[in-house]
């Protein structure tokens, strides 16, 4: 943790900046201003999936990634001024595999914030969560940033109230990673129109942070990378000068640039996506695939172990990628072609066989 700290002192020099550090399986997240006074950090830990077995038996691999992410979380120096969970703390949403996350998030040194996944959501529409957690969308200032946590996964009210016979059937469909019987996330107009009202509050030179659990953008609806109001979504946020979106939901790396917004995504403590061979052993616990594929750039078994550094100022993004089991990554704002690039990568020449699958 100590080279990290170091690192990202002698990285960060762009004022304005947002960075975001991880090692398996959290991510650490510094603003950083002009004035390194101002700077402060905050932990994210998303998409645990703990998911009950029988009894007080639960999926011992998800406790383990949760478990170990907060060990590590409360020993990061210096302190993170606060934690966020990102979502999916259970798996099919059940008062005893939210309780049982509770009781390992309990662990946690100083204030943590929550936002709500699709799989703590779709069995009682987010009841029990609200008893643990409090409010669904909320949104508080700290240093000078004002933060806005999102339900990004709500949809169709015909498919929530309609289309299951019983709860469970439903947030088993929603807990289907490819499953053609899901529906798109969505903000909906209750929570947009509740975002323009807290946002007509905030000076638009104040940077803003969302957390949501799904993207906010539009990726692949196949796997529900997908929220349907999102170019809504983006609009109440481009009157800001600076604008960050951090999320969870797809377990792997990501990052986009629309306007002036700036996307991130998170790591999982469970299981990587697309699911790695390795992963047969667990099967029985692992929602179905239904559709096989390989995986755009193979790293060991648990993904992206390592960490990175993004830095977004004037509405540009530069990732650092430090990978202890693949080699080291830079993807850095190309200021002509208007766009980011992968520095290795990007040219198709240099492409290795199982990034040409798509």
Do not use: C
């Amino acid at each position: 943790m100590n080279t990290i700290n170091n690192s990202r002192r002698n990285f960060i020099k762009t004022a304005g900046t947002l960075a975001i550090g991880s090692t398996l399986p959290i991510s650490l997240v510094e603003l950083a201003f002009a004035e390194s006074s101002q700077n402060f950090t905050f932990a994210y830990i998303s998409d645990s999936h703990i998911q009950h077995i029988k009894d007080n038996r639960f999926v011992r691999n998800w406790d383990r990634g949760l478990i170990r992410a907060v060990a590590e979380t409360n020993l990061l120096v210096p302190k993170p001024d606060f934690v966020m969970f990102g979502g999916d703390l259970a798996q099919l949403g059940s008062k005893a595999e939210l309780d049982h996350g509770a009781q390992i998030l309990s662990a946690l040194h100083g204030n943590v914030h929550y936002v709500m996944g699709e799989h703590d959501y779709y069995l009682d529409l987010g009841e029990y969560w609200e008893k643990l957690f409090g409010p669904q969308y909320y949104s508080f200032d700290h240093k000078g940033v004002h933060f806005v946590v999102l339900n990004s996964i709500k949809t169709y009210d015909d498919w929530t109230f309609k289309r299951w016979p019983t709860a469970e059937q439903r947030m088993l469909e929603m807990a289907g990673l490819d499953n053609p019987n899901g529906s798109p996330f969505m903000v909906g107009e209750e929570q947009r129109s509740w975002l323009k009202n807290d946002l007509d509050k905030v000076d638009k030179d104040t940077p803003v942070v969302v957390f949501s659990h799904s993207p906010l953008q539009k990726i692949y609806k196949g796997w529900n990378f997908w929220t349907e109001d999102a170019d809504q979504v983006q609009a109440l946020l481009k009157p800001f000068k600076k604008v960050s979106v951090i999320y969870g939901h797809v377990h792997q790396i990501q990052y986009n640039q629309i306007g002036n917004i700036s996307f991130n995504s998170v790591m999982a403590t469970a299981w990587p996506w697309p699911y790695p061979q390795s992963y047969a052993q667990a099967e029985q616990y692992l929602p179905k695939l239904t559709v096989p594929m390989n995986r755009a750039d193979p790293f060991f078994e648990r993904d992206a172990t390592g960490w990175q550094f993004i830095n977004i100022a004037n509405g540009n993004v530069d990732l650092n990628f430090t990978l202890y089991n693949n080699t080291s990554r830079v993807v850095r704002f190309n200021g002509k072609q208007k766009r980011p690039e992968d520095v290795v990568y990007q040219d198709e020449k240099a492409r290795i066989v199982p990034q040409t699958h798509y």
